[in-house]
């Protein structure tokens, strides 16, 4: 069993015992475990289970790298599943659930897929659900999706804050470890601002535990020291619990830290994630151990031989009194050595290799009374739920047994293989290591920034460099490449000292034994996380996917939470034999960012709630909202779609405030119009340009109404030009359309027609306009007194500066909904008092504000079309009988000669035309008219649609506006609608002008 | 006027690691040009008493400054109530001069973050390096404030003006005090 050591645990504070839970059971540990430690440490070997087969599950690694040990956290708005246990810090009151069983871990009734696994090849899936088809829908893929997946999804509303931090430095360490740590300290003394990032919450990675001298003193002093002399630097920022997340161009880096996570009551956000900006990036990310592949090599109780030392030394946990140790190098000795030093047993090393001579590793273990087995392996490992021992074979034989070994636990090795997540994310190349069979980063292809030179290197572990003495060599070297590479010099200071124990080459070890049978291949796990065995791999090879990116999606291999940090390796070594190529030449599959799983909150930062989307407010929004404001989302504004009174329906008071503008008085907050000033000697020459109607003839005071088209003759907006004076012009454009057309004119200014003398400037947000329309609009400005706003003194499509009762304004006489109609623009922090003001005097005339439905509704009666509405971005000036509006006096206009290629003056497009139903109904919003006869598709044809349609309370019918071939040519005749409710409507093709078609209401 | 108000009537909040306080009603005049036309920089100058700035600057003392916006566009800042007169002025100096001189003081919110912690507050929003020895007195910054354009400079130690659209003010208030909740310090700086 494991069980807590009475000594050592380097990391924890054994005074402060936590309480925590697992599945129910309350468990302790002390400060300092991680969950993990903590479980191992409660005999809780068995944390999960598999996810297709539902096998037993154990811990294998003490760190990011574990597949096996994910767990929920938290309950309800803390809840999240997938944590791994290995990183996650044990606090007081942490509580966990194991994945993916049912009823309970100890006995999951899906554990039965572990007995069809024979019929549960690699693509499995693929070749089972796809007959008969529609079966997949209705029943395989809903049980399929019930029995996915490892956590459960979170249901409550995420309770915890998360925000964004934009840092910047010269050179980026990612990695605390002792490469880390020296990479740091050499760039930083060259005044190069450094900022250093570590995953975990300690420094040093694993050179404490692995021991070994710098300069003459044991390494986890020099940690110590480092650490104190890179506090000390002003230039140096250290963080930990901060994972370096991903690597992309320009030196842009995504850390993520970890802030709350150890600390759940504190307050402030829970995630940070780090938006930085680096010259240089060291890439000191170690080493990832790899597993062996052997049968049973997933029981509870087989664990990374590195791992197996960190939980004796670290936090004091044995996995076993007796651990077996298996390996193909000298490194696992290294545990072996641990486990003695704690009063451990080995009962045996069983090495793959057969060495002409002892290397000082294997003499001491050998020294210190272990029994170690050349060239030997494990056959199988013995045990269900948890390890009870391991059959021993000959590495080179099939795995006849020649002993078993009672047991507790396995600690096995298969190498390392450098962490090239990070050096990888841009573009940065690998090359194949022959002696310590492993992907390295090649130094000369390293990723590039705008310049053409590396802005990324690799250090330590995470270049290959396992010696002590090299990997410190290493690091200080790549710490002066960074600090060089950001134009600081290093100078000559040279690299500490070390010593590099002395090893014995590995020998690369993909199977064990080598000659396993299917049976054994059959319980050789590769990927413990997605439960991809050897045979899954060698069939998958067998089958045509030779490619390593199709091998790995048809059989899953590296597609879980883990990202194949243990499986990649050890699955293309396995692939590559299958294909009879060198590793090299079946080549890796892609890294990608994040290196682990990062949290969607730390993604979406401070972008929730409130603030989840900026809302464009106008200077009456309060006003609106405390009005029964129904609102409509327009771009990122809010508008008024109607105010409802108490009692009313949406629809009850679009109907109420249509029929008072036309018999009373309506206000409505058009603030949100653009408003762009275009000013210069060639403003008039630029307008011409913009608009398809001329602008140039326009006289000071006066306003005309405008369309715009794009370089392809389609409509993009449209609005009222006011001329302001020679050489100034105001113009409107849509709500949506101000920011837009801004751009749109200043890349007309700025790339094509450079030399106009023209300045733009964007006014929108400067006024609150309102529009005072109906019978009484011109009593209400004259009960507010001021300027002349008669029918001579501002007649139709004219405008004037002044006052009204007594604010500054620009009154301009224009009417987008066919009545006696004024539009006021007052300053933006004066809009609420002129509001008021127009409130009280039109008291007594009706008034009643009214939204953008009332809007839509009075224009649709007018014939006026919109933009959005009446077009989608395909529609053209023409297309609507706006043929007036295109000058024929000018040479050019933006869209113009579009206009005249042979699709565009096609006779056969739809046109449009006023639709009134024969039953009064109203239009459903979009319906197409069909035709007789069908397309080469089959499908029905079709001759027109619906692009406008509302009941009109002042007409007391439906009326809608639309698209039709030959439209203005078919007056009258009646055309067909199918609704998507089954009925079909019937519909006469009218004018769209329904009301007022002369105007004469707007003139007086 | 009397009644001219505030986006947020002055609204200000002091509950987490900065302060946060929307200003008064501030004057801003957009002024395009040519900045070698000895009339545009005149017409800039005279009207905020303060020198021209350089690329990326901005001379203000207290309500009066010239913020440098582009190549050809300067934002001059006067007292609320100068801005009418001011426009006079500077036309009168610019004359038949091609430019544009535009009152923009309602188009704006502006706030006040400050506080020892405000540097790193304001780099939890925008992408700019905002380290003491970086981001110094006189610099100006156009950029993106989470998912809005906004503008900032060292107005005092420890406080910097920020400003934005009128119409997104409550959003930058909201995001700065989300940016400046209890417990959020980076110290970084």
Redesign the interface.
Known sequence: MSTRLATGGRLLNKDKAVRFTFNGQQMRGFEGDTLASALLANDQMLVGRSFKYHRPRGIVAAGPEEPNALVNLGVEGKFEPNQRATTTELFEGLLATSQNHWPSLEFDVGAINAKLSRFMPAGFYYKMFIHPRPLWKHVYEPFIRQAAGLGQAPKGRDQDTYEHFYAFCDVLVVGGGIAGLIAARSAAKTGARVLLIEQTVHWGGRAPVDGGEVGGKPVDNVVDELVSELKALPNVTMRTRTMGAGVYDHGYVLAYERLTDHAPEADGPRHRLWRIRAGHVVTATGAIERPLSFAGNDIPGVMLASAVRDYVVNYGVSPGDRTVIVTNNDDAYRTASALKAAGLDVPAILDARVLPVDSPLVAQAKAAGIRVLMGHGVSKVLGGKRVTGVAVCSQAGEGAVLEEIACDAVAMSGGWSPVVHLWSHCGGKLLWDNDFAMFRPDVDKAPTGADGSAFVSPAGSANGHFGLAELVGDAHAMGHTAARSTGHNPGKAAAPDAISVEEAAMAPVWLMPQGAGPTLRGKAWLDYQNDVKVSDVQLAAQEGFESVEHAKRYTTLGMATDQGKLSNINGLAILSDALNQPIPQTGTTTFRPPYTPISMGAIAGEARGKVFQPVRRTPLHDWHDANGADWEPVGHWRRPYAYVRSGESVHDAVMRETKNVRENLGLLDASTLGKLIVKGPDAGKFLDMLYTNMMSTLKPGKCRYGLMCSENGFLIDDGVVARIDQDSFLCHTTTGGAERIHGHMEEWLQTEWWDMQVYVANVTEQYAQIAVVGPNARKALEALGGMDVSAEGLGFMEWADGTLGGFDVRAYRISFSGELSYEIAVGASEGQAFWDALMVVGADLGVMPYGTETLHILRAEKGFIMIGDETDGTVIPQDLGLHWALSKKKDDYLGKRAQQRSHMADPERWKLVGLETVDGSVLPDGAYAVADGTNDNGQRNMQGRVTSSYHSPNLNKGIAMGLVLHGPDRMGEVIEFPGTDGTTYKAKIVSPVFYDPDGEKQNV | ?S?????LNGATWSDGIATVTEAP?QGMI?L??AFSDAKVKKAATSVAGVDMPGQGQANCVETRGICWMSP?ELLVLCPYDTVGTNIEKMQAVLGDQ???C???????GVFDLSGPRAR?VL?????????PD?FTFGMFRRTRM???PAAFWLHEDDTFRIIC???????VF??LI??A??????N?F
């Open positions: 006027m009644s001219a108000t505030s986006a009603l957009t395009r040009g050809d091609h430019s544009l535009v009152d923009v003081s309602d188009a704006r790193e780099a939890k929003l925008v992408p700019v390096d905002l380290a970086q989470a998912q809005v659209f009128r119409s997104q003010a409550q959003y909201d995001l989300t940016a909740q209890p417990g959020s310090d980076v970084f």
